[in-house]
Structure formats: C-alpha cells, structure tokens
C-alpha cells in the first residue's frame, strides 16, 4: 500500500506538471497573438501618420 501510495503521488505530480506546462504554452500562444495584433495596429497607425504629415505639406 505505501508503493502504491508513493506512486500515486509521483503520477498526480507528474500530471500537475504536464497541465502547469500547457496552460503556460496556451498563454504564450494566446500572448504572441495579442502582441502580433498590438504590433500590426502600431505599425498601421504609424503609416497612417507619415501619410497624414506628407499630405499636410
């Protein structure tokens, strides 16, 4: 019963590391998108200006 136990724990451990390690992928995925989306509305907002001061000239 206590190797049972023991191994037991060791699983339950191991499980816990592996949904710890896929909430962190799945975070760092959802975080890439939001900061690739961030990264485009920059840089659009960025030509947008360069256009609207050339046309003021």
């Given at each position: 019963?206590?190797?049972?136990?023991?191994?037991?724990?060791?699983?339950?451990?191991?499980?816990?590391?592996?949904?710890?390690s896929?909430?962190?992928?799945?975070?760092?995925?959802a975080?890439?998108?939001?900061?690739?989306?961030?990264?485009?509305?920059?840089s659009?907002?960025?030509?947008?200006?360069?256009?609207?001061?050339?046309?003021?000239?």
């Amino acid at each position: 019963n206590k190797l049972r136990g023991l191994f037991d724990e060791e699983w339950l451990d191991q499980v816990f590391i592996v949904k710890a390690s896929l909430r962190l992928v799945e975070h760092g995925e959802a975080y890439s998108e939001r900061l690739e989306t961030v990264n485009g509305v920059k840089s659009m907002d960025w030509r947008r200006m360069r256009t609207t001061r050339n046309s003021h000239e």
